[in-house]
């Protein structure tokens, strides 16, 4: 469950000095008239500015979602106390749960969705992260070391496990060869422009560790 946000900045153009060759009546017409429509503008800036309901479009559009979100989690919660082996509708209750925060019973659904195909790579890399929000690193770890082991070209398991095992774990050796793997398989993409660094910085870590631990001896 990983996004690129990829942002654009807009050059503007300078704008050159004009040159200040007018008379004074012009100028002075100028003033006037640029000093009333700014007048003008301000005012038409406060009353934007505290028109009632202004930044509630926004708000109303997350909790219409929200309301949606929970809506269709009932639904499958129904459709599955009639046919419990429906497959299709475990995985998007498990998706459900893990978007309005529901780590738990996320965990719970995307477990019974692996009783029935135990090798869903894309469940089990959910699963992980579910636990990871729970605040189970070792729980999470296993959940992407058994996505790997149901399909090795599953490059997300190892992004996602390199990065508990080095955050949350401190476990710098075992994120380095995740990472490594992972960078053989994704290719050129977002994430392994991400990661790159992130593998020589951990190669620098671990090298030093041995030198540290023979200092203090």
């Known amino acids: 469950m990983c996004r690129t946000v990829i942002s654009f900045s807009k050059k503007v153009s300078g704008v050159k000095s004009v040159k200040t060759t007018r008379g004074l009546a012009y100028l002075v017409c100028a003033f006037m008239a640029g000093f009333v429509a700014g007048i003008v503008f301000s005012a038409w800036k406060l009353e934007k500015a505290e028109a009632p309901g202004h930044e509630k479009p926004i708000a109303q559009k997350e909790q219409n979602g929200q309301e949606q979100l929970r809506k269709r989690i009932a639904g499958l919660e129904k459709m599955l106390s009639v046919n419990p082996n429906n497959l299709r509708a475990l995985v998007q209750l498990g998706n459900d749960y893990f978007d309005i925060q529901s780590y738990d019973k996320a965990v719970e659904t995307y477990g019974k969705a692996l009783k029935i195909d135990p090798k869903d790579a894309d469940v089990l890399t959910d699963m992980g992260i579910a636990y990871r929000r729970m605040g189970?690193?070792?729980?999470?770890?296993?959940?992407?070391?058994?996505?790997?082991?149901?399909?090795?070209?599953?490059?997300?398991?190892?992004?996602?496990?390199?990065?508990?095992?080095?955050?949350?774990?401190?476990?710098?050796?075992?994120?380095?060869?995740?990472w490594e793997t992972f960078l053989e398989k994704a290719g050129e993409t977002p994430h392994a422009v991400m990661v790159r660094p992130w593998v020589e910085q951990l190669r620098a870590k671990v090298s030093e560790s041995p030198q540290r631990q023979e200092s203090k001896e």
Do not use: C, T, W
């Not at 690193?137 to 082991?149: I, K």
């Not at 774990?169 to 380095?176: F, G, I, M, V």
């Open 136 to 178: 189970k690193p070792q729980e999470a770890v296993a959940a992407f070391r058994s996505a790997v082991d149901a399909d090795p070209q599953h490059a997300l398991a190892l992004f996602n496990m390199g990065i508990v095992l080095r955050d949350d774990l401190k476990d710098y050796a075992s994120a380095l060869k995740a």
